[in-house]
């Protein structure tokens, strides 16, 4: 096989990664590169373990007089995110990713995602197994399944499998090779259900439809100040009724549990169009006044249609849009201790009118999980007052900030005798292989770092060589120190 870093170092560690980018390992493709890592494992001599999820933990021993020390969990997924340009030709199914390295010295692949989320981790794992003149303590690789598709290896995982009490997560990196990752959210998903009931539809009808909004995923966008299409739905439809009597016909809104609601289309019925008309105006003129800065797109179209056969009842018209209007929504805490990080939130995924059923769909988030729970049952409760059936969904554990971290406290002293550069510890709202593991086994000490790149799930996506490399060397480096401690 001819290697396109052929020249560059560390070459064990960029052969490696070539060697898996000939694999396909799409994000639920990931069989041949588990049993390919699996029996290269076996090959070596080491222990090996696969599972019916694709997960695999390959264990080798302490160097030699590091036998006994406790054992150290080096961790990263090995499913990419398969995404091209509309006119490449390259199949994601067959096809070894056709990597390139551009004139800055950065690993590319043509056309297509490179990657290196999370193949930088896979390559230094396969990397430091293979070698036997480093020093270090037990390992243990687990590279996991799914993680691109709602953390699906992770959570499968059997936590007996995780031998060791401290963990190196290396899906980490970005711009900021500095960024170290100290703390992640869970999640709680919901979906909030009424059987609908109809009567005959009077009145006028009037069609609501609020769209431009920037939406945006609901872990990093969720303290932006944006809008939320069925929040300012229910706004206006309850001040409407304030003034003229109203009746839900219609709603729809919300595709993705994990994003922020950009648009919901609506109509309603009431009784005197004229006052609703002039009332739907008023209130969003007043919303797009007050999101002039943070969602300044925001439309709300308004247009009486012909008449409907059915509208809600009284009763379940009242109790949707007071729901929708009393549900926490957007930032609830910041974490005191770590500066501008969101610890809770809630986010209103969706709202949808049905024959049979009317849904409301969220998704709490906390990077403490007895906090999770707590915004989860205060949910709950809401929905109970309304006539609602909550039904828990996905859920995943955070990993809660850890301030005597013994593992952090080595990093830190050791990156910056390394590269004399401060780390800049950084808490995700959004949910990580990390919180997963520390669910499983809450003694677990965690760390993270990773080379320098961008682009992930792009086809712009790269990984800087000169990074790898720093990394690659920072990681034996931490390990022959983790046998000093």
């Known amino acids: 096989m001819k290697y396109v870093t052929e020249g560059y170092e560390p070459r064990d560690a960029l052969r490696f990664f070539e060697d898996i980018a000939a694999i396909p390992r799409g994000s639920n ?25 694709n997960n ?6 302490g160097s030699k007089g590091c036998e006994d020390l406790p054992i150290i969990s080096l961790q990263g997924h090995t499913d990419i995110v398969a995404v091209k ?16 390295v551009d004139d800055k010295g950065c690993l590319r692949s043509r056309g297509t995602t490179l990657g290196a989320d999370n193949g930088n981790a896979v390559a230094y794992m396969m990397a430091v197994l293979a070698r036997n003149d480093l020093v270090h303590p037990p390992l243990e690789c687990i590279f996991t399944s799914g993680e691109e598709i709602g953390l699906v290896g992770a959570s499968k995982l059997d936590g007996a499998q995780i031998k060791g009490d401290r963990l190196i997560n290396m899906d980490a990196g970005g711009l900021n090779q500095a960024a170290t990752t100290v703390s992640c959210a869970g ?3 919901m979906k909030h259900r009424t059987p609908a009931e109809w009567t005959e539809a009077k009145g006028s009808f009037v069609e609501i439809f609020i769209h431009g909004l920037q939406g945006g995923h609901s872990a990093g966008a969720i303290d932006k100040g944006r809008g939320n299409a069925g929040k300012i739905w229910a706004r206006i439809v309850n001040h409407v009724s304030l003034f003229t009597k109203v009746n839900v016909v219609s709603a729809f809104g919300g595709k993705m549990q994990n994003a922020i609601q950009s648009d919901i289309k609506s109509v309603i019925a009431v009784e005197d169009l004229d006052i609703a008309l002039r009332e739907i105006e008023k209130t969003a003129n007043d919303v797009k006044d007050e999101l002039r800065v943070t969602d300044p797109g925001f439309v709300c179209d308004v247009k009486v249609v012909e008449k409907a056969d059915k509208m809600l009842t009284d009763e379940k018209s009242k109790n949707l849009v007071g729901f929708v209007l009393a549900m926490p929504v957007g930032v609830r805490d910041f974490n005191p201790e770590i500066k501008g990080a969101v610890l809770n939130s809630n986010n209103l995924a969706g709202v949808s009118v049905s024959d ?37 969904g996905a859920h995943f554990f955070g990993w809660k900030y850890n301030p005597d971290s013994k593992l952090r406290a080595l990093h830190t002293k050791l990156f910056k005798e390394t590269f004399d550069i401060d780390l800049v510890p950084t808490a995700t709202h959004g949910g990580l292989e990390c919180g997963v593991f520390y669910g499983k086994k809450p003694t677990l000490d965690i760390i993270c770092f990773g080379p320098k790149g961008d682009g992930a799930h792009t086809p712009e996506e790269y990984v800087d060589l000169a990074s790898f490399k720093d990394i690659y060397e920072y990681l034996i480096k931490f390990l022959e120190e983790l046998t000093k401690v």
């Not at 695999?56 to 021993?61: A, D, H």
């Not at 769909?361 to 949910?379: H, I, K, P, Y």
């Open 29 to 53: 493709n990931e069989r041949a590169v588990a049993r390919y890592i699996y029996n290269w494992g076996k090959d070596l001599g080491l222990e090996a373990y696969k599972d019916e999820a």
């Open 356 to 392: 049979d059923e009317i849904m409301i769909w969220t998704l709490g988030r906390s990077n403490t999980d007895t906090m999770q729970e707590a915004l989860g049952e205060e949910v709950r409760a809401l929905a109970d007052v309304f006539g609602y059936k909550s039904d828990i």
């Open 187 to 189: 999640g709680l998903e």
């Open 56 to 61: 695999v933990i390959l264990r080798k021993p």
């Open 85 to 100: 340009l509309p006119e490449s030709e390259h199949n994601f199914e067959t096809d070894p990713l056709p990597l390139y």
